[in-house]
């Protein structure tokens, strides 16, 4: 099992690593006390935040500490202008740019023997009745991601969607709209990530979104996290919806996923020291998996689920999580 995780959260608490730093840490500092998680495997690097230097120069130092690249993360924030809109900004020239940052990020990548970009296409969307063209905005949208996705077949390109934040309306908003942009699309080499917090923040239930998108596409990323369905939270995993993230893992493990699980939780937003927060994350995910595995053997939940009786599959539940040893 491969175990991923949030680079920028072991900024957090800094002082318990670096006593005597000055200014934030750098990014092989932070990972570097990343490398100090027990059973962490993976980081995702954001592109271009964390790529200051030769991709595969980076790939070799992270190598020696330990931890392999999962994949990486656009960010659009190096030209102010993105604030407006990237794939859908109105200036041709900043859409323009914003692709071809996505193209390099992707070299980039495939550079480090990556194969996996995620898109959060954060910017692209309004926030204000009659300020956009629905139509237009949407097309610019299709047509930068086709175009970015076609760039290197061999990468897997996934969407994370998330209903808002910083735009009042985003683009890509859910599972469906996101699927839907996928079929306009029409390129192999897309994909969705399942981000916990957006799915909830989304108004979803997780293992339903999961499954939507195992038939339509395919889940390429989880990104797990808790939080209580009104913000982006980025609480520690099972910190508030315990039985909903048990049952998108069973779900996406159903389905086939087989990718890194990705903890996009943030300490750092009270100081959390992150080497515990990620070493807890990490052990709650693989008892979680226990009890799916317990749950999967008890053909008594399989019946009680073909049969729809919520009060006999949440009985088998609840009495698994729940029991005491004698």
């Not at 570097?32 to 935040?49: C, K």
């Not at 204000?128 to 390109?157: K, M, S």
């Not at 399942?194 to 195992?214: K, T």
Request: with cysteine.
């Amino acid at each position: 099992m491969r175990f991923a995780t949030r680079l920028n959260s072991f900024a957090s608490a800094a002082h318990l690593a670096w006593p005597d730093q000055v200014g934030r840490p750098s990014m092989m500092q932070m990972a570097t006390r990343a490398a100090s998680v027990d059973g962490l495997t993976d980081l995702d690097l954001n592109y271009p935040d964390h790529v200051d230097g030769a991709p595969k120069q980076i790939a070799r130092e992270l190598a020696d500490l330990g931890l392999s690249i999962n994949g990486f993360a656009m960010r659009y924030y190096t030209n102010p202008a993105f604030k407006l809109g990237a794939f859908t900004n109105p200036d041709a020239a900043v859409r323009r740019e914003a692709i071809d940052l996505t193209k390099k990020g992707i070299d980039a990548a495939r550079e480090c023997g990556v194969s996996l970009m995620t898109l959060w296409l954060g910017q692209d969307g309004f926030d204000y009745a009659f300020q956009a063209n629905y139509d237009t905005l949407w097309q610019h949208e299709i047509d930068g991601i086709r175009e970015v996705a076609a760039h290197d077949p061999e990468c897997q390109i996934s969407l994370e969607y998330k209903p808002n934040e910083p735009r009042s309306y985003s683009l890509m908003p859910d599972a469906a709209t996101t699927l839907l942009a996928i079929k306009e699309v029409g390129l192999p080499n897309l994909g969705v990530t399942l981000d916990f917090a957006h799915v909830l923040y989304a108004d979803e239930q997780p293992a339903y979104a999961a499954a939507l998108i195992a038939r339509h596409s395919k889940v390429l990323g989880v990104h797990l996290n808790d939080g209580y369905s009104k913000r982006d939270d980025g609480l520690m995993v099972g910190a508030v919806h315990t039985l909903q993230t048990i049952e998108m893992l069973r779900q996406v493990r159903k389905d086939g996923y087989q990718g890194a699980i990705y903890f996009d939780t943030f300490p750092d937003m009270t100081g959390l020291d992150p080497v515990r927060e990620c070493e807890t994350n990490i052990a709650t995910v693989k008892r979680m998996f226990a009890v799916v595995d317990a749950l999967d053997r008890d053909n008594g939940l399989a019946a009680a689920i073909e049969r729809q009786d919520a009060v006999e599959a949440n009985a088998i539940v609840q009495n698994l999580m729940l029991r005491r040893n004698a």
